[in-house]
């Protein structure tokens, strides 16, 4: 009964749009790589909040794939992509050529677990990418795409959705994870709090070239009020009023997130 309701309740949410909402039960690949000792315990621990195994099964990730994940950062979802794909698929991280090397000597000391990566750049200033035209089957971003927004200049998100579009494969999947901005709250906030609108990321997908395929509530948190002193970054894990508040902030969680799922039509 609680997964009909869910459903239905889904429906209604997204039904006017054409786009239902999609539960996909993970693969065992996706199982054994959230699974795998060589995670670190501290991101463990945040896959409560992050919930990956639903997520990478909601992007259809396989171990054949070419997978391209823009702005790994520390590496948090890195550390179960890699795997998943080694010697199957391929990894490819997408930086701006300035953080290029960095990633290289970071994959590289990590060899044993990750096997064979790759480390692709992209410009903002063009939006060009030296991954191959065409040659991608999804193309990741988690929690990036506000920091597009964040620049000085305002046609750097377009740009790097277009260099998106060009990587992938026709039928290739763009998945989306971002701090939600409620659509009622001021869009001016999207420069400064780190939340962004659903309506947003649609429109520079669509932009791009993308159609919607699917979207999901995995990674959602009602307890988010999106209005915090210092945007998302008050939440965990930065946590950036430190000690202040800090019980409250830990029982909110992180943010709330809006979880896309684009398309690059054939």
């Not at 044993?112 to 990741?140: E, H, M, N, Q, R």
């Not at 800090?246 to 029982?251: D, E, F, L, S, T």
């Amino acid at each position: 009964m609680n997964r009909l309701l869910t459903t239905l309740t889904c429906l209604a949410a997204f039904g006017a749009t054409g786009v239902v909402a999609q539960s996909v039960a993970p693969s065992k690949d996706i199982a054994a790589g959230i699974a795998a000792s060589t995670r670190t315990p501290a991101n463990r621990a945040r896959d409560r909040y992050r919930h990956p195994a639903e997520t990478l099964a909601f992007f259809g990730v396989k171990p054949t794939q070419t997978i391209v994940e823009f702005l790994p950062a520390g590496g948090w979802y890195t550390e179960i992509l890699a795997p998943i794909v080694k010697g199957r698929g391929e990894y490819v991280a997408l930086v701006p050529a300035a953080q290029a090397d960095r990633t290289r000597k970071t994959f590289a000391e990590k060899v044993a677990i990750y096997g064979a990566t790759k480390v692709a750049t992209i410009d903002f200033k063009t939006g060009a990418s030296s991954i191959p035209a065409g040659s991608a089957d999804v193309v990741l971003t988690f929690r990036n795409v506000h920091n597009l927004l964040m620049q000085d200049d305002p046609a750097v998100a377009n740009r790097v959705f277009a260099g998106f579009y060009a990587a992938l494969k026709p039928g290739g999947v763009l998945g989306v994870v971002d701090h939600r901005l409620p659509e009622e709250m001021d869009t001016a906030r999207e420069k400064t709090s780190g939340y962004i609108k659903r309506s947003t990321i649609v429109r520079l997908a669509q932009q791009a070239g993308f159609t919607l395929a699917g979207e999901s509530r995995i990674n959602a948190n009602p307890k988010d009020s999106h209005d915090h002193p210092e945007g998302v970054w008050t939440l965990p894990p930065t946590y950036r009023l430190k000690d202040v508040d800090h019980a409250k902030y830990a029982a909110i969680g992180e943010s709330d997130r809006l979880t896309l799922k684009f398309v690059k039509p054939r």
